[in-house]
């Protein structure tokens, strides 16, 4: 393996100058080419990060450079198409999420990637997150004991749909969005899921697609947790970006609270800890918490190729998260519980 390995940005968009900023502070990895079918856009990132090589057609891109890996930051619809096409060069893939539309694609793209023998990860970064590696840290502590009851909640009334206005034209919107990242943290924390309820409502009149939504799901290891997030909640302190947790254990219980405060209470008392993520030299507020878990995602990613492992959130591990989201639209739609695919009884 090269001491510094070649990636590939394609996707020069809104979100694209995150991934950008973090992999010039990743080490063993670089940035050599860009691609982005928008010319525009392609040329102001390309200047931007000082990057000469670029491509208007991903096709071009694998085909003139060498490449170790691809990082796919472009939006839904051209992640199978993409996937699938680095697969045939044999060229590892980072694929932002949401990874697919349906299990279909989901299918096609994790055997493409398995049939090439390459690595492929779904940037799902919220679980990178360093407020949400301390909840972790806690459980595994064992302070509150076995964890019976969980609730992950995102609310906030935030104007996401000027940086990102796609997100207002969708048939789906938050739980597609965003609540496929707390979707994530709930199997993160608590293990996989058995059973799902969800219900849903658009507030936003201005919108498509739902903005509220409120998910009781099942873990096969005994914990009911509760996921719920809103783009419709105005509070007197906007929280965004901030995923606020509760659990409740045998023993005790944690709680991740506005500000970054975690509160864990055990049999030997409580403790209040500040677990704010670093304010990166090119992250802004209120993003940094985000910002910071991309630069986490792409580290574990250069450190799971070096040591030939499959990533936290490899495209198989993404199924799983996958199955949740599309649960919950089909709960929501039918008002009724829904059972996973990997259910046992
Ligand atoms: P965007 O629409 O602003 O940018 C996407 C870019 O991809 C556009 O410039 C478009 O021209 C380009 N593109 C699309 N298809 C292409 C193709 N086939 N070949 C080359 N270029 C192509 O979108 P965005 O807001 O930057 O979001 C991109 C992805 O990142 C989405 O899937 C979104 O859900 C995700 N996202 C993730 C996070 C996170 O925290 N993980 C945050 C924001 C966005
Ligand atoms: O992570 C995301 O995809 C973003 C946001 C956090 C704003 O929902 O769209």
Redesign the pocket.
């Known amino acids: 393996m090269p001491e510094v390995l070649r990636g590939a940005l394609?996707?020069?968009?809104?979100?694209?100058a995150n991934h950008l900023h973090a992999w010039r502070d990743v080490e063993g990895a670089a940035i050599v080419a860009l691609?982005?079918?928008?010319a525009e856009?392609l040329h102001a990132t390309g200047a931007a990060f000082g990057i000469a090589a670029r491509y208007?057609?991903?096709a071009r891109l694998l085909a003139e450079e060498r490449l170790d890996f691809v990082d796919i930051?472009?939006?839904?619809?051209?992640?199978r198409?993409?996937v699938e096409l680095a697969a045939r060069q044999r060229v590892a893939a980072i694929c932002?999420?949401?990874f697919a539309a349906n299990r279909d694609d989901a299918r096609a793209m994790t055997d493409a990637a398995a049939a090439a023998g390459v690595a492929l990860m779904v940037?799902?970064?919220?679980r990178w997150q360093t407020p949400l590696l301390a909840v972790r840290r806690a459980l595994d502590s064992g302070r509150i004991g076995q964890p019976f009851w969980g609730r992950i909640s995102f609310r906030s009334a935030y104007d996401v749909f000027s940086?990102?206005p796609?997100l207002a034209q969708g048939e789906r919107f938050i739980i597609e969005?965003l609540g496929i990242?707390l979707l994530d943290v709930a199997r993160f924390l608590f293990g996989e899921v058995t059973h799902l309820t969800a219900r849903t409502a658009r507030v936003n009149p201005a919108i498509r697609g739902e903005d509220v939504a409120t998910m009781l799901m099942a873990h096969a290891g005994g914990v009911t947790s509760v996921v719920d997030c809103s783009y419709a909640t105005r509070q007197e302190t906007e929280p965004f970006p901030q995923t606020l947790v509760e659990i409740d254990g045998a023993s005790g219980s944690l709680r991740l609270g506005q500000g970054y405060r975690l509160t864990v209470t055990g049999r030997d008392g409580t403790t209040t800890e500040d677990v704010s993520p670093p304010l990166l030299p090119w992250a802004s507020r209120p993003w940094h918490n985000?910002q910071e878990?991309?630069l986490n995602i792409q580290r574990h990613w250069v450190q799971s190729l070096r040591a030939g492992r499959e990533p936290a959130t490899s495209g198989r591990d993404n199924l799983g998260t996958l199955d949740l989201v599309w649960a919950a639209y089909e709960s929501a739609a039918a008002a009724t519980t829904v059972r996973l695919p990997g259910a046992i009884g």
């Open positions: 394609i996707g020069c968009g809104f979100f694209a691609c982005d079918s928008d856009r208007t057609d991903a930051a472009t939006t839904l619809p051209s992640h198409p993409l932002q999420k949401p940037h799902e970064n919220f940086g990102q796609y969005d990242h985000i878990s991309v």
